[in-house]
């Protein structure tokens, strides 16, 4: 079985910055990549950033390119998103995914094996 735990939410003004956590453990716990998705009250699940463990390749939805950064510890099995100049549209429940295997689009949340229970990020204007 494998765990996946998310911590850093909470309640910030808009311009400011958090950082969420996710850290992985289980038996053999190794995966392709980790994601965050996040989903809004009536909106679908919908994918932020996702990293490779493999080189360190990073994705972003475009709407958060160049204020959320995605980066991972390998050894610790801890993946995280910092997140910068937070706007009332970034509130959601955020999401860590974990793909044991690459299967094509990554922006897909069937493509991804497991999933932490999430952590509220409420933006306020």
């Known amino acids: 079985q494998v765990q996946l735990v998310e911590s850093g939410g909470g309640l910030v003004q808009a311009g400011g910055s958090l950082i969420l956590s996710c850290a992985a453990s289980g038996r053999t716990f190794s995966s392709y990549a980790m994601g965050w998705f996040r989903q809004a009250p009536g909106k679908e699940r919908e994918f932020v950033a996702r990293i490779r463990w493999s080189g360190g390749a990073t994705n972003y939805l475009y709407s958060v390119e160049g204020r959320f950064t995605i980066s991972g510890d390998n050894a610790r099995n801890t993946v995280y998103l910092q997140m910068n100049s937070l706007k009332p549209e970034d509130t959601a429940l955020y999401y860590c995914?974990?793909?044991?295997?690459?299967?094509?689009?990554?922006?897909?949340?069937?493509?991804?094996?497991?999933w932490g229970q999430g952590t509220q990020v409420t933006v306020s204007s």
């Open positions: 995914a974990a793909a044991l295997f690459p299967r094509g689009a990554f922006n897909l949340p069937s493509k991804y094996d497991y």
